[in-house]
């Protein structure tokens, strides 16, 4: 079983539409939980950074995690064609520093106009 | 303007023969990373380092090395390269300071291996 599991779509939704994006773990240990954007031929960029339980608001962006679950999600609001992309969540337990990163395979995202 | 900047940014070698691809950041970042990216598997870490001479495994170390000589280069070194390390590369810094995490990423490295 894989450390962080995600659904690798596609998910196609209408321009507009609210989009959930999920990804589940099993280490414990993970208290660092990262939402990254993969546009095609492109590097990732860290869109939302949680630390622990709850919701971080950015925008038309949501970050929720639910540690008790082993489940996080990331909400978009008013979803627009260039929200088309690869999703990742990444995760990394808490030693006062930096340590090793786990990502999922990542959620393709295609917004219809 | 911030950027990590990766060279070369394609790359296509033979087996056995050595190769080093660099990654150097201009922010004066303390954390660098490196990945591959596969094909239904997503992001997978190779090694990270939280400052100068300090680095560490990540889940796919085998068949790579790593040097943090200088804060800003962090170069990945294939000793001698397989088929298996065909694939796409990315170079990562960070900073995270009261909560809050800055990250850039690389444009990437495609590298073949004959």
């Known amino acids: 079983q894989k450390e962080v599991e995600q659904d690798p779509g596609p998910l196609s939704v209408p321009e507009g539409a609210i989009v959930s994006l999920n990804c589940t773990y099993s280490n414990s240990a993970f208290q660092y939980f990262m939402w990254y954007r993969q546009y095609s031929r492109k590097g990732p960029e860290l869109l939302m950074y949680?630390?622990?339980?709850g919701n971080k608001e950015d925008g038309r962006f949501t970050a929720q995690v639910d540690k008790s679950s082993k489940y996080i999600s990331l909400f978009i609001r008013d979803s627009q064609p260039s929200d088309s992309a690869t999703y990742l969540c990444?995760?990394?337990?808490?030693?006062?520093?930096?340590?090793?990163?786990?990502f999922g395979t990542g959620t393709k995202l295609q917004v219809i106009p | 303007e911030a950027q990590v900047t990766q060279n070369p940014r394609y790359l296509i070698t033979v087996t056995g023969k050595k190769l080093t691809v660099t990654c150097s950041q201009n922010m004066n970042h303390e954390y660098m990373s490196w990945y591959r990216q596969d094909p239904g598997l997503g992001l997978r870490q190779i090694y990270y380092?939280?400052?100068?001479?300090?680095?560490d495994k990540g889940d796919v170390p085998e068949g790579y090395k790593v040097s943090r000589k200088e804060k800003r280069n962090f170069p990945l070194i294939l000793e001698s390269p397989s088929p298996n390390q065909t694939s796409l590369y990315f170079c990562?810094?960070?900073?995270?300071?009261?909560?809050?995490?800055?990250?850039?990423f690389g444009p990437g490295t495609r590298l073949l291996v004959l």
């Open positions: 949680t630390y622990s339980s």
């Open positions: 990444a995760m990394s337990p808490n030693s006062g520093g930096y340590q090793k990163v786990t």
């Open positions: 380092s939280m400052n100068v001479e300090v680095t």
């Open positions: 990562a810094s960070s900073f995270r300071r009261g909560g809050q995490e800055t990250q850039y």
